[in-house]
């Protein structure tokens, strides 16, 4: 340990003494003068909501006081609006001039009368549904940004569009991504200075993480800072990259690196500096191509600048200052959940601080302006670490978290925090009211086996890992357990005494984002299909709705001729639905009806019934395959399928269920859809580059083998149902 940190530290020197060393950055256009400008995003006063985390620190905190925790009781349904795309509903409304603007699934934007919910215009980037294989998690979309007169959206397929407030037209739309094979966009672009700033995903394939910024009036990128070094033979953009090539092994550059800045980006007016969470480090396995061998360390490597905070200099572009909050990291703890900047003081002195809740289970203050380590405190269980130090916050790596060392026919490393986070992408929220942070808190493992002699692959995951061998198994003991341990939480934070104030237990995991607000109260919804409301100081339930379906997004509040609203987006879906198999129907299969819901005191509104819940019902042919075919079939199903139809062939709402499918009972039909790509218009793309005839025949013997599996578990699954929420 003692020989990293040395090394990290030589690399914080270098950064010092060389600079950033690139081209100076273009100057951008006039700022906006009319519309929406820096001076009322950084005002900030309530009635409008024209940034993604509402103000410049992104603290979700709102100063209305109409809806309190004495009348929102009184609280009902305003207006609603259905959509026209059932996947995950992520995004955060945005309000300006009386006019609401959201964007849902498959990058699409809409404008509403924030009153009376009449649509003003749409707008579809028409996003190829061939795109759905390389976006890791669902076709979200989280938000769009507003300056001047401009609507901004980034669209899955990696372009940012700039539309006209008024009218919905294009202005401009500008390629942010250097290929559309690994990267895809489903973040918020943040708007300051005349700049828009936006990342891209894509960790999992081939991706080189970056952050770039766009001229807002005439879409011209003004600068890129990347997150991780490309090859060396073809010379360093900056000292930055340079310094970062030190802390990796083998010829990482080969498959991106990863490092990823899919969300979470943070304007500081104080600072002037943009701070910004990145990605995991591909492949996850370490040792699948050699990263962990970064030459003259001990142990594993760094590998800067996944899993960190980097902050840059918004103006240029240069590197300014880094935290690595998961180095070497192999468990996917990406940093890419929200960031959030305050002002608190911490034993005695104020400080301008940014905070944060990455997936890997520790709650981190840093100085905003210089990174340097205030605290970082375990806010839920975790198992990846012995503790971290209290003066630099570096982790003391538990050894048997580095599985990739395990020797063969070990069982699974389960990490806790799982993969998909103690907090993922969900926004929390921060009350200068109360002091506390609002967490939406996931408590799940995840279990990892390195893949012996892995190689990479022309498509899908490149994780490195053994998937077929982590597969739930069909036994009743094994699965009661994992669904047991699987449950989640709203976390009541108090960063400065560094303790939590109050928590809400739920029996289900992937809950909504939060809003807090001055009428002492916050906002989330659930994966129970409910919007509830609790009382900021105690955590006391006031009012709950019922929603039809899940909620993911985050709630927002805005205020017209003094009558308060609350908005949300209502559906479910995102990695929870379409990945984890058993786990991301817990509670019953789930339902997706997307809809964006507006409330106010006294609101009238009705939603039509509730359809029925989805049934499905396994009638699966007779299995009369190999052994041989149903290992090969699995390890096949598990690296190409599995992330989109769900661990263990056990899909969630949103994507087939491959169990159900009638195609299993024919070899032509498999072949045809997943050699020939019969259904790529609807997102199946042929996988003909990696899986070939035979494999094909074994992945259907794989289906058959798991539908007849579960089919014998299946009065059993009936005759305990889990409890449904009310319709």
């Known amino acids: 340990m003692a020989m990293r940190w040395v090394a990290a530290a030589s690399v914080a020197l270098l950064l010092a003494l060389t600079g950033c060393n690139r081209d100076s950055a273009a100057e951008p256009s006039a700022l906006p003068t009319t519309g929406v400008t820096d001076a009322m995003i950084a005002a900030a006063d309530g009635n409008e909501w024209l940034t993604y985390g509402r103000d410049y620190g992104e603290q979700r905190f709102s100063p209305l006081t109409q809806i309190s925790d004495e009348n929102v009781s009184e609280l009902g349904l305003a207006w ?35 009153r009376t919910g009449e649509k003003k215009w749409s707008y579809d980037p028409e996003v190829p549904r061939e795109t759905l294989p390389v976006a890791c998690c669902d076709a979200v979309n989280r ?22 407030q008024s009218d919905g037209k294009v202005a401009w739309r500008k390629e942010v991504v250097p290929d559309h094979d690994s990267y895809t966009i489903t973040g918020a672009p943040r708007v300051a200075k005349g700049k828009v700033f936006i990342g891209a995903a894509g960790a999992e394939y081939r991706a080189r993480g970056f952050i770039a910024a766009f001229d807002w009036a005439s879409g011209d990128e003004l600068w890129r800072f990347h997150t991780v070094p490309g090859n060396p033979e073809d010379g360093f953009e900056n000292g930055a ?46 040792a699948a191509n050699g990263r962990d061998k970064a030459e003259g360390v001990e142990g594993s490597g760094d590998n800067l600048y996944t899993s960190s905070i980097v902050a840059v200099n918004a103006d240029t572009g240069e590197y300014a200052w880094h935290f690595q909050e998961t180095p070497e990291d192999r468990w996917d703890y990406d940093s890419d959940a929200q960031i959030t900047l305050a002002d608190l003081t911490i034993d005695g002195e104020q400080r301008h601080v940014a905070m944060h809740a990455p997936k890997n289970g520790y709650f981190y203050v840093l100085d905003a302006k210089t990174g340097e380590f205030i605290d970082g405190t375990a806010w839920t269980v975790q198992n990846w ?72 692959s022309a498509m899908g995951f490149q994780t490195g890992l053994d998937s077929a061998a982590t597969a739930m198994p069909a036994i009743p003991e094994v699965r009661d357990a994992a669904l047991a341990g699987t449950t989640g939480a709203l976390v009541a934070w108090d960063p400065v005494a560094r303790k939590e104030k109050w928590r809400i237990d739920y029996e289900l995991a992937w809950n909504g984002g939060t809003l807090s607000t001055a009428g002492n109260l916050v906002f989330q919804g659930t994966a129970r299909e409910n919007f509830v409301a609790y009382s900021a100081d105690t955590g006391r339930e006031l009012w709950s709705f019922p929603a039809q379906t899940g909620i993911i997004a985050a709630p ?24 984890p198999g058993i786990i991301a129907s817990k509670g019953g299969r789930p339902r997706n009806i997307s809809r964006l819901l507006v409330f106010k005191l006294g609101g009238t509104a009705k939603l039509p019934p509730a359809p029925p ?86 992945i259907r013997q794989y289906l058959i083998k798991r539908a007849n599996e579960d089919k014998q578990l299946e009065n059993r699954t009936i005759a305990h149902p889990a409890p449904r929420p009310p319709a």
Not at 556 to 579: K, N, P, R, S
Request: aromatic share 10%; proline share 7%; net charge negative.
């Open 556 to 579: 927002m509040t805005y205020a017209i001729d003094g009558e308060q609203y609350v908005a949300i987006l209502a559906g479910w879906g995102g990695v929870w639905d379409i990945a």
């Open 80 to 114: 609603f609006a259905d959509l026209d795309t059932a996947r995950g509903q992520e995004a955060t409304p945005l309000m300006h001039d009386g006019v609401l603007y959201v964007s849902t699934a498959w990058s699409k934007v809409l404008a509403f009368d924030a």
């Open 613 to 698: 819940y989805p049934a499905l019902v396994l009638d699966p042919p007779p299995f009369n395959g190999t052994a041989a075919q149903v290992t090969r079939g699995g390890a096949l199903y598990g690296r190409y399928c599995g992330v989109c139809h769900g661990d263990a062939a056990v899909s969630g709402t949103l994507n087939p269920d491959l169990r159900h499918s009638p195609a299993i009972g024919s070899a032509d039909a498999v072949r045809s859809v997943v050699i020939d790509g019969a259904l790529k218009h609807k997102g199946m793309v042929s996988f003909a580059e990696v899986v070939k005839p035979d494999d094909a025949e074994a």
């Open 241 to 286: 990259m340079e310094s970062a090539a030190a802390t990796w092994g083998g010829e990482w550059w080969k498959l991106g690196g990863g490092g990823t800045v899919w969300d979470s980006i943070v304007y500081d007016p104080t600072t002037n500096l943009v701070l910004f969470g990145t990605g995991n480090a591909e492949p996850w396995n370490p």
């Open 143 to 164: 938000g769009v940004a507003l300056y001047g007169d401009k609507v901004y959206v980034a669209t899955l397929d990696g372009y940012l569009v700039a539309l006209n």
């Open 385 to 456: 670490t012995l503790g971290i130090d209290a003066e630099t916050g570096k982790p003391d790596i538990n050894p048997e978290a580095r599985y990739e060392l395990a020797a063969a026919g070990s069982p699974p490393w389960v990490s806790i925090p799982g993969a998909g986070g103690a907090h993922s992408w969900q926004p929390m929220s921060f009350s200068s009211q109360t002091g506390l942070v609002y967490i939406p808190a996931n408590n799940a493992g995840f279990p990892f086996v390195a893949e012996k002699d892995w190689q990479a």
